[in-house]
T-cell receptor, first 114, second 114 residues
């Protein structure tokens, strides 16, 4: 089954404790992306990647890191989480073939930083 | 600056009626794509419909159609024959080239009344 898998689905942590949210896709997609969703703000793109070893900042990259060492994986790293990073996070992937870039989303990770 | 605007925070529609969800966008890039996603209360993001900036005809996918008015920079979603299962949050999004960065609106919450 074609899917984007995020782990964990729920995470409660404390300020300053490094964490990683994993994202994996099995569709051989070139494009992967991370978003955060906050009430009243919609989804905002954090980072995206067009292919292995190619990453770019989205609208809200501060406080986050990413890496794309393999095509299927795109982890999101919070080196020193702060309460303002409490949010719902989505990973998405898409094929760049054909030009549409229709993204398919993971189930989301709800993060609370205390 | 790239921007997506959804001005209707909440909408109500009677079952079996048609409803239009508004979306306006702002970009100076000539090549872009427009998307609509549905987010039910369960939280997943579901792709509904895509329109490319060079597409001559309005996109349709089953009960969904996209009313694309390029000169007005609008990309409204029309849902025909509303069903109870259409109750959800709906997001309009734009992808601009060449960077493939995505921008989402703040969403419209649609409630279908029996």
């Amino acid at each position: 089954e074609a899917q984007v898998t995020q782990n964990p689905r729920y995470l409660i942590t404390v300020t300053g404790k490094k964490l990683t949210v994993t994202c994996s896709q099995n569709m051989n997609h070139e494009y992967m992306s991370w978003y955060r969703q906050d009430p009243g703000l919609g989804l905002r793109q954090i980072y995206y990647s067009m292919n292995v070893e190619v990453t770019d900042k989205g609208d809200v990259p501060e406080g986050y890191k990413v890496s794309r060492k393999e095509k299927r994986n795109f982890p999101l790293i919070l080196e020193s989480p702060s309460p303002n990073q409490t949010s719902l996070y989505f990973c998405a992937s898409s094929s760049l073939a054909g030009g549409k870039n229709i993204q398919y989303f993971g189930a989301g990770t709800r993060l609370s930083v205390l | 600056a790239q921007k997506i605007t959804q001005t209707q925070p909440g909408m109500f529609v009677q079952e079996k009626e048609a409803v239009t969800l508004d979306c306006t966008y702002d970009t100076s890039d000539p090549s872009y794509g427009l998307f609509w996603y549905k987010q039910p209360s369960s939280g997943e993001m579901i792709f509904l419909i895509y329109q490319g900036s060079y597409d001559q005809q309005n996109a349709t996918e089953g009960r969904y159609s996209l009313n694309f008015q390029k000169a007005r920079k609008s990309a409204n979603l029309v849902i025909s024959a509303s069903q109870l299962g259409d109750s959800a949050m709906y997001f309009c999004a734009m992808r601009v080239l060449p960077g493939n960065q995505f921008y989402f609106g703040t969403g419209t919450s649609l409630t279908v009344i029996p």
